[in-house]
T-cell receptor, first 111, second 114 residues
Framework: KQEVTQIPAALSVPEGENLVLNCSFTDSAIYNLQWFRQDPGKGLTSLLLIQSSQREQTSGRLNASLDKSSGRSTLYIAASQPGDSATYLCAVETSGSRLTFGEGTQLTVNP | KAGVTQTPRYLIKTRGQQVTLSCSPISGHRSVSWYQQTPGQGLQFLFEYFSETQRNKGNFPGRFSGRQFSNSRSEMNVSTLELGDSALYLC?????????????FGPGTRLTVL
């Protein structure tokens, strides 16, 4: 059974800092890995999708990497802003179960 | 293009009742998946529908069921509600439901069972 773990569970940083969120998964037979953002009480916003054959994806200040063989992904956020405060969720897609999510990292960026 | 919409946004029910939630996917998307989010269990996959057929199912009891209509809109039904069914129910749509497709999520329906 696929299990996804995210570290740290919570993170508080000052504005402008670069930061890294970590995600690990137990079964490397994934089709893709997605990073999502969730604001309190809201749905999920897809940030980046990395296919299993890819190593990384970039969008603006966000960069996500994938090492499928070791079961790890990182989300790098450059020059963090207060508007980046949210919960960040990592999810992997495996056949038959669609997305399996981690518990999330709650990020607070202080002005 | 309009995003995924879910109705109602909030719902309060009592134990033993049943509830139906609705999800309208992005226009042109044919796959709809449902997820349950609770503080204790996090986000868990319920089921996926594609072309009016259930294609995948998560590990939930038979009280949870769903269906998809010819216009790709989907409904989820929970019968004999329990306190533990209180959760945010999210639906997501994707173009063809391929495992390489991005899933786009709606805002969710917040269900409270009293």
């Amino acid at each position: 059974k696929q299990e996804v773990t995210q570290i740290p569970a919570a993170l508080s940083v000052p504005e402008g800092e670069n930061l890294v969120l970590n995600c690990s998964f137990t079964d490397s037979a994934i089709y893709n890995l997605q990073w999502f953002r969730q604001d309190p009480g809201k749905g999920l916003t897809s940030l980046l999708l990395i296919q299993s054959s890819q190593r990384e994806q970039t969008s603006g200040r966000l960069n996500a990497s994938l090492d499928k063989s070791s079961g790890r992904s990182t989300l790098y956020i450059a020059a963090s802003q207060p508007g980046d405060s949210a919960t960040y969720l990592c999810a992997v897609e495996t056949s038959g179960s669609r997305l399996t999510f981690g518990e999330g990292t709650q990020l607070t960026v202080n002005p | 293009k309009a995003g995924v919409t879910q109705t109602p946004r909030y719902l309060i029910k009592t134990r033993g009742q049943q509830v139906t939630l609705s999800c309208s996917p992005i226009s042109g998307h044919r796959s709809v998946s449902w997820y349950q989010q609770t503080p204790g269990q996090g986000l868990q996959f319920l089921f996926e529908y594609f072309s009016e057929t259930q294609r995948n199912k998560g590990n939930f009891p038979g009280r949870f069921s769903g269906r998809q209509f010819s216009n790709s809109r989907s409904e989820m039904n929970v019968s004999t509600l329990e306190l533990g069914d209180s959760a945010l129910y999210l639906c997501a749509s994707s173009l063809e439901g391929k495992l390489t497709d991005t899933q786009y999520f709606g805002p969710g329906t917040r269900l409270t069972v009293l």
